[in-house]
């Protein structure tokens, strides 16, 4: 049994609004706490992959890239946005882009990655605590940005949905880069 105040049915078998509504420390966001939950959220699946995560101090993404994964021989860049405007499920989301960013993206040496997670519009819905099992009720997308097709927005479909097993394939497609450029010099 949870502890009052967790949405469960108190004593009167009235339901109890979840503590969550409302931040523990009350100067923490909803946005921010968004933001949080986003990279969290991606540095789980980079635990399970076995990948390096290197987060970017908040005050230290000027290039708009929240975090470096490290997989071995090469790294991707990644910018997160965490969003509850969308309904979680595994459908389509577009994502606008900041005119600054696609600038520093587009001028990056290095392969960036833009990851979309999307979360119930509700902070208490996010996460179901159970007994035997901790469920989270979010969806994330994820895919390279490419300045010739990404100019103003980047769409996600059900293709780019972001799992460990991606992370593999971003792995592979990043030493792919790096060797077909070391293949043309020289």
């Given at each position: 049994m949870n502890a009052p105040g967790l949405g469960d049915a108190g004593p009167s078998g009235a339901?109890?609004?979840?503590?969550?509504?409302?931040?523990?420390?009350?100067?923490?966001?909803?946005?921010?706490?968004?933001?949080?939950?986003?990279?969290?959220?991606?540095?789980?699946l980079a635990a399970h992959a076995g990948v390096?995560?290197?987060?970017?101090?908040?005050?230290?993404d000027v290039d708009a890239v929240d975090v470096t994964l490290k997989f071995g021989r090469a790294s991707a860049e990644v910018q997160v946005k965490c969003t509850g405007r969308f309904k979680v499920g595994p459908g389509a989301a577009t994502l606008v882009l900041e005119p600054e960013w696609i600038k520093k993206w587009a001028s990056?040496?290095?392969?960036?990655?833009?990851?979309?997670?999307?979360?119930?519009?509700?902070v208490s819905d996010w996460i179901?605590?159970?007994?035997?099992?901790?469920l989270h009720r979010?969806?994330?997308?994820?895919?390279?940005?490419?300045?010739?097709?990404?100019?103003?927005?980047?769409?996600?479909?059900?293709?780019?949905?972001?799992?460990?097993?991606?992370?593999?394939?971003?792995?592979?497609?990043?030493?792919?880069?790096?060797?077909?450029?070391?293949g043309s010099e020289g």
């Open positions: 339901l109890q609004s979840s503590r969550l509504i409302d931040p523990a420390n009350p100067r923490f966001t909803d946005n921010g706490r968004r933001g949080r939950y986003g990279v969290a959220y991606l540095r789980a390096g995560f290197f987060e970017n101090s908040p005050d230290e990056s040496y290095h392969p960036v990655y833009v990851v979309l997670v999307k979360v119930p519009s509700v179901d605590g159970e007994a035997s099992k901790t979010t969806v994330a997308f994820g895919k390279r940005f490419d300045p010739s097709v990404h100019s103003d927005s980047v769409k996600f479909t059900g293709a780019d949905r972001l799992t460990t097993e991606t992370l593999y394939d971003w792995r592979d497609e990043i030493y792919n880069y790096y060797e077909g450029r070391s």
